[in-house]
């Protein structure tokens, strides 16, 4: 089976601070993406990746920026945390672009 | 908005009973959709997809089934178990701009009482 980590399941941090959240799959999957899921609002993509070192932003990428060297490793990055970036986040990779996703356990993060 | 929705936010069934959750679509030319289990504290989990040339596909205990005529998805789970209790989530893959993305339901919750 595929299997998509997120690096901590739980993360408290503080306003302004720089926050990198890791993904890693384990089946040589072409894309990866980031989500973040609000209630209510439900899955918001932020950015994807179909390749090595190339991203796209998704709907909703303000605020966030991505790095992709190696393929197995999908990271994001808060570069200036706001208490409205508290979220549960989303990684997920695929085979191809038309193919089902398989999700990471997500990371719940606490912007204080 | 996002047009990949559902009828009812919430399910309740009883265990055993056969359960039915919808999701309607706007884009007539996705060809592409999937079922997600969520449970509490968990990332989605794959159940089961379909493509547009077919209009039904069973599963284990699950059977999705497409009407492209009126864009409706539906999600049945026969001999609902206590275990099935979770949010679930339609997606479609919808050409967008040159390029596909999956748009996401907003979720049924289904509460499987014993």
């Known amino acids: 089976d595929v299997k998509v980590t997120q690096s901590s399941r739980y993360l408290v941090k503080r306003t302004g601070e720089k926050v990198f959240l890791e993904c890693v799959q384990d089946?040589?999957?072409?894309?990866m993406f980031w989500y973040r899921q609000d209630p209510g609002l439900g899955l918001r993509l932020i950015y994807f990746?179909?390749?090595?070192?190339?991203?796209e932003k998704g709907d909703i990428p303000e605020g966030y920026s991505v790095s992709r060297e190696k393929k197995e490793r999908f990271s994001l990055i808060l570069e200036s945390a706001s208490t409205n970036q508290t979220s549960m986040y989303l990684c997920?990779?695929?085979?191809?672009?038309?193919?089902?996703?398989?999700f990471g356990s997500g990371t719940q993060l606490s912007v204080l | 908005g996002e047009s990949v929705g559902l009828h009812l936010p919430t399910l309740s069934v009883q265990e055993g009973d056969n359960s039915i959750i919808n999701c309607a679509y706007s884009n007539s030319a996705s060809d592409y959709f999937i079922w997600y289990k969520q449970e509490s504290g968990k990332g989605p989990q794959f159940i089961i997809d379909?493509?547009?040339?077919?209009d039904k596909r069973q599963g284990q205990r699950v059977t999705v089934l497409l009407n492209k005529t009126v864009k409706h998805l539906s999600l049945q789970i026969a001999a609902t178990q206590p275990g099935d209790s979770a949010v679930y989530f339609c997606?479609?893959?919808?050409?967008?701009?040159?390029?596909?993305?999956?748009?996401f339901g907003k979720g049924t919750k289904l509460t499987v009482n014993p």
């Open positions: 997606a479609e893959n919808r050409a967008q701009g040159g390029s596909e993305k999956l748009v």
């Open positions: 990746s179909y390749d090595v070192k190339m991203k």
């Open positions: 089946m040589d999957h072409e894309n």
């Open positions: 379909i493509r547009s040339n077919m």
């Open positions: 997920a990779s695929s085979r191809a672009r038309d193919e089902k996703l398989f």
